[in-house]
Each structure stands twice: as structure tokens, then as C-alpha cells.
């Protein structure tokens, strides 16, 4: 019986250390700036205000939404959120500059607005993360509901996960 139990536990690890490897880890990218890169001024609220043309590569075969969320770490207030967008269809490979993906839905940033907002420190140059989650379950969250609802609801249903950095300086 010892060695049934070790056997199934070996099995566990290994299928444990594959997801890790394989599944646990997404890519989000954007043609607009490179990883630590400078976000164009056009995407942030001193110009157009326009999101980011996004990429998103790695999103687990059950995976059955995915979650967006922009925030800035270095605000004087602390963590400030940019944009809240979930129910992603897990299939989406680009989220278009200045759009919203088709049959997702926004929640409302710390603005408080229900869109993208982009950046605009009041002193200094901050880190702007676009973060990527896929989860095991689409999200019933309504339409306008704040981060913390989000962080909640999502709470236990991250299968996987990717993050893409952006400075961005006062001007």
C-alpha cells in the first residue's frame, strides 16, 4: 500500500511540475513598447488615451476565460488601477488598440471610469503592469464591478498567468 501511495504522489509531482512548465505560464506582449519599455504617449491620458494593441500567447487548452488587469504600483496612493477586463474569450490571441474584445466585459478602474485610462503619474516615472490571468471558470461578475471584486472573484481560479511592464514619465 506504501508503495501505491508514493507512486500516485510521483505522478502528482511530475503532472504538477509539467503544468508549471508548460500551462502556468502565458506571454502578453505588445507591438507598441517592449518588456521595461517606454509606453508611447499616444496610450496614455496626456494623448489619446488609447489601450495598447496586446498579445496574448500560452493560454491553457482549459482555460475558460481570460482576465486583464493594468495597474500602476507606484502611485502615491499605493496600487491604482488602469483597467479591469475579464470573460475573455480564452481563445483571443490580440486585443486591438483602442478596443474592448468582443463579449468581454469592463469593470471600473480608479479614475473612476469603466474603460481603459492610461497612464498619468503626477511626478516621476512609474511601472505600468498589464497583467493576464487565465481561469477555470468565466467570471459572474457585473459590468462596472471594482478591483477588489475582481481579485475576489477570481481568487482560486488562476490556471495561468503573464505580465508585460511599461514606464511611463510625467511630462
Same mark, same amino acid.
Request: glycine content about 8%.
Given at each position: 500500500?506504501?508503495?501505491?501511495?508514493?507512486?500516485?504522489?510521483?505522478?502528482?509531482?511530475?503532472? $504538477?511540475?509539467?503544468?508549471?512548465?508548460?500551462?502556468?505560464?502565458?506571454?502578453?506582449?505588445?507591438?507598441?513598447?517592449?518588456?521595461?519599455?517606454?509606453?508611447?504617449?499616444?496610450?496614455?491620458?496626456?494623448?489619446?488615451?488609447?489601450?495598447?494593441?496586446?498579445?496574448?500567447?500560452?493560454?491553457?487548452?482549459?482555460?475558460?476565460? $481570460?482576465? $486583464?488587469?493594468?495597474?500602476?504600483?507606484?502611485?502615491?496612493?499605493?496600487?491604482?488601477?488602469?483597467?479591469?477586463?475579464?470573460?475573455?474569450?480564452?481563445?483571443?490571441?490580440?486585443?486591438?488598440?483602442?478596443?474592448?474584445?468582443?463579449?468581454?466585459?469592463?469593470?471600473?478602474?480608479?479614475?473612476?471610469?469603466? #474603460?481603459?485610462?492610461?497612464?498619468?503619474?503626477?511626478?516621476?516615472?512609474? #511601472?505600468?503592469?498589464?497583467?493576464?490571468?487565465?481561469?477555470?471558470?468565466?467570471?459572474? $461578475?457585473?459590468?462596472?464591478?471594482? #478591483? #477588489?471584486?475582481?481579485?475576489?472573484?477570481?481568487?482560486?481560479?488562476?490556471?495561468?498567468?503573464?505580465?508585460?511592464?511599461?514606464?511611463?514619465?510625467?511630462?
Amino acid at each position: 500500500m506504501k508503495t501505491i501511495i508514493n507512486a500516485v504522489w510521483i505522478i502528482v509531482a511530475a503532472a $504538477l511540475v509539467t503544468f508549471a512548465a508548460e500551462g502556468g505560464k502565458m506571454k502578453i506582449t505588445s507591438p507598441a513598447f517592449q518588456e521595461g519599455g517606454t509606453i508611447p504617449e499616444k496610450f496614455s491620458r496626456n494623448g489619446q488615451n488609447a489601450n495598447p494593441s496586446l498579445r496574448i500567447e500560452g493560454a491553457p487548452a482549459e482555460a475558460k476565460s $481570460l482576465a $486583464l488587469i493594468v495597474d500602476d504600483p507606484d502611485a502615491p496612493v499605493g496600487l491604482f488601477t488602469h483597467w479591469l477586463v475579464w470573460n475573455i474569450d480564452p481563445k483571443t490571441t490580440e486585443i486591438a488598440e483602442k478596443s474592448v474584445p468582443k463579449g468581454a466585459v469592463q469593470g471600473t478602474n480608479d479614475f473612476p471610469d469603466q #474603460r481603459y485610462d492610461g497612464p498619468q503619474p503626477p511626478s516621476g516615472t512609474h #511601472r505600468y503592469y498589464f497583467k493576464i490571468f487565465a481561469l477555470d471558470r468565466t467570471l459572474s $461578475l457585473k459590468a462596472g464591478a471594482k #478591483r #477588489r471584486e475582481l481579485d475576489a472573484a477570481m481568487k482560486g481560479h488562476v490556471i495561468a498567468q503573464g505580465e508585460l511592464t511599461g514606464k511611463y514619465s510625467k511630462k
